[in-house]
């Protein structure tokens, strides 16, 4: 019994470190937090494509894509 609930266990952690989606990443306390800025267009709630930076305003690999955020700010 000790070694299904050992396996098991084993199993979990190696789905946390190679398994990766949005909504999974959510719960993963795996993953480091990273924290980064983008300038979006004032009046929307539809944010697609935006280019991220790091807090020392260089750009950064990826871009983002969300909705609902405060349309009446610039940054984000």
């Known amino acids: 019994m000790k070694i299904i609930i050992s396996v098991t266990v084993m199993l979990f952690l190696l789905l ?25 267009k004032l009046n929307t709630q539809n944010y697609d494509d935006v280019i ?3 807090k020392d305003g260089e750009k950064l690999g990826y871009k983002l894509t969300f909705g609902g955020y ?4 610039q940054f984000v």
């Open 52 to 54: 991220a930076y790091s």
């Open 16 to 40: 946390l470190l190679f398994f990766t989606n949005d909504k999974f990443d959510r719960f993963n306390p795996l993953l480091p937090e990273e924290t980064s800025y983008a300038i979006v």
């Open 70 to 73: 405060d349309p009446n700010k």
